[in-house]
């Protein structure tokens, strides 16, 4: 037998989330995203995003955190943006096994203009919302975030 359960606004907000994730990942959106800069792919731009957020002198640790990967994926797509010029990989000065990824003048530039475009999309697709519901939303989304990101470490 199977029992109907009514769905809980939870779950709608739930499956909310999960749609505006998915809509972030598909191929036009992506498209929209990347064309025409020298970020080939979102691994790469989720790598830049990394080192930016370090501060700079991220490690290949600090990338797989950030990316919530394993360090062996971590390390090859490292591995293609430093080949792609967007990052300069050195040994850290304290401690010969662990590298330092900093930016490059290139992939301060490249992760720039992404971020921008995204900036962009995200405005364009609520141009039309009064100011009052963009601020809430923000608000709204910040404190979900601090939450899920405070469950994530506990």
Known sequence: MHICVPHSRYDHLDELLTRLHVARQRPSWRRKLLEGDS????????????VEQSGGGASISDVAEYMAVEHSTASRTVGAVVAAGLLTKAYATDDQRRCVLVLTDVGRKALATVTDRRRELVAETIA?????DVDTLVALLEQLTDRFENSVVR
């Not at 039309?128 to 009052?132: G, V």
């Open 39 to 50: 970020v080939a792919n979102v691994s790469t731009l989720r790598v830049l995003r990394a």
């Open 128 to 132: 039309d919302w009064p100011d009052a």
